[in-house]
């Protein structure tokens, strides 16, 4: 673990000064360790089992992430096939999502700012079951780009010959 100080002196005016000293403890490499620093400070992990809880935790997080993301596409897609506006709620829930999303994503990426081999470990665990889980719905639902599906369309009618045929007898 390393200790970074910084010290600056600051002018508090009538010609005098006052020292400010600034500690940080914190590791800047990944490690292997029973005591992780969780968000606060009195937040300490003392023992083996609470850093496998803790992983457990951040494997649980991160399958929630994939969820929520997967959820967001899915409405979006629904709101897309029916080619109706966004309803107010629709709308209101989708923030939602996003808010809820972008917390998550922000306390993994604390979480992974602990250095932790077995935090880091249970972070990517987590993303690829949650895409596991749930990728497969969110490329199910995957809203179609109209001038994608346009644009295959044309290139099926000029390559096929009995297409342009039908097109050309009507």
């Not at 005016?13 to 914190?26: A, F, N, V």
């Not at 400070?41 to 003392?46: A, G």
């Not at 889980?133 to 599906?149: F, Q």
Request: glycine residues 6%; hydrophobic residues 40%; proline residues 2%.
């Amino acid at each position: 673990m390393c200790t970074f100080t910084c010290t600056e002196i600051q002018k508090t005016g009538l010609g005098r000064s006052r020292r400010i000293t600034i500690t940080m403890d914190g590791h800047v490499a990944f490690y292997v360790g029973r005591r992780v620093q969780m968000f606060i400070k009195s937040v300490q992990t003392q023992s083996t089992s609470d850093v496998v809880l803790c992983t457990i935790f951040v494997v649980f997080l991160s399958v929630v992430l994939e969820g929520l993301k997967s959820c967001r596409v899915v409405i979006s897609a629904e709101n897309s096939r029916c080619r109706r506006p966004n309803s107010t709620m629709n709308h209101l829930f989708l923030t939602l999502c996003h808010t809820l999303q972008v917390g998550l994503a922000d306390t993994i990426m604390l979480v992974l700012m602990t250095y932790n081999v077995w935090l880091f470990l249970g972070a990517l665990f987590g993303a690829g079951l949650g895409y596991y889980l749930y990728g497969w719905i969110s490329i199910a639902n995957k809203p179609v780009d109209k001038t994608e599906s346009l644009q295959t369309q044309s290139d099926e009618t000029q390559s096929n010959p009995r297409v342009m045929a039908r097109e050309t007898t009507v």
